[in-house]
């Protein structure tokens, strides 16, 4: 199936979008961060004050609560921004009783991939680790190990397998990375929303991981810019998110209502 979408499509979209709507998805964002500082600081106030694990516990997690909250309304307001809309404030108390769906399918998502990383990757290294060599390399922690010259290439090829062997968990990780969108914007649950991102996924793994790879780009020059950027590239990556989910999700509900309307 081709992709109805090209990266420099997807990202001019999303800069303009950006650009419209930038005082509030940065201002919103910069909020975020100063709440954060100011409820840790406060936290670890009162923490100190109490050796008590109840109040850990509970501080932890009203800190979990309050980022998924905020996840989740932000993504909303990213949404209305595509939509031409003005971001509002009250998506977040919208999306409030979703956070359980959408803590559990991140939980999900996350042993997913891990699971397809120890499926492949633990088995590799214990064998490699059976050899002395290897073995001597990777065996102290305590020190820099040293390799020797004629070594070099064989760890070189050790190296280059291992990353050939996070392909699967990428593959997997391409594949459900929408989860979250189907959550805001059609309500699905915590199954429901990941079999709808394979879905509108299939066919589309590589132009996705190009994508991803943009996004990442996007970041690191936001890092680099002073940090500062971050609060530019963060709502500009997530834009691309958005943009991405809403071109395949039409795209295979188009398909799916052609497929409908022959059989019929």
């Not at 910069?30 to 509970?58: D, H």
């Not at 070189?156 to 699967?168: E, M, Q, V």
Request: net charge neutral.
């Amino acid at each position: 199936m081709k992709s109805n979408f090209t990266i420099s499509n997807v990202l001019c979209t999303s800069w303009s979008t950006l650009l419209s709507q930038i005082w509030i998805l940065a201002g919103l964002l910069i909020g975020y961060v100063l709440l954060s500082f100011i409820l840790a600081t406060v936290f670890s106030s009162v923490l100190s004050s109490s050796s008590s694990w109840v109040g850990g516990f509970a501080v932890n997690a009203l800190s979990l609560v309050i980022s998924l909250i905020f996840s989740l309304g932000y993504l909303k307001n990213l949404f209305q921004a595509l939509d031409g809309d003005e971001p509002r404030f009250s998506a977040y108390g919208q999306q409030a009783h979703k956070i359980v769906t959408y803590f559990v399918s991140g939980l999900l998502y996350a042993v997913l991939i891990f699971v397809v990383y120890g499926i492949f990757l633990v088995p590799y290294f214990y064998l490699l680790y059976r050899f002395s060599f290897v073995g001597e390399v990777f065996g102290g922690f305590n020190y820099a190990p040293v390799v020797p010259e004629d070594r070099v290439p064989a760890l070189f090829f050790i190296a280059s397998g291992a990353l050939c062997l996070l392909l699967p968990a990428l593959y997997i990780s391409v594949r459900f990375m929408f989860y979250q969108a189907f959550i805001v914007e059609d309500n699905a649950g915590i199954v429901e929303s990941l079999k709808k991102s394979w879905k509108i996924t299939e066919g589309h793994t590589l132009r996705l991981f190009l994508v991803v790879l943009t996004m990442l780009g996007i970041m690191i020059a936001g890092i680099l810019v002073f940090i500062v950027g971050l609060f530019v590239a963060l709502p500009l990556v997530w834009l691309m998110y958005c943009c991405v989910f809403r071109r395949l999700n039409n795209q295979s509900f188009s398909t799916q209502s052609s497929l409908e309307s022959v059989q019929s």
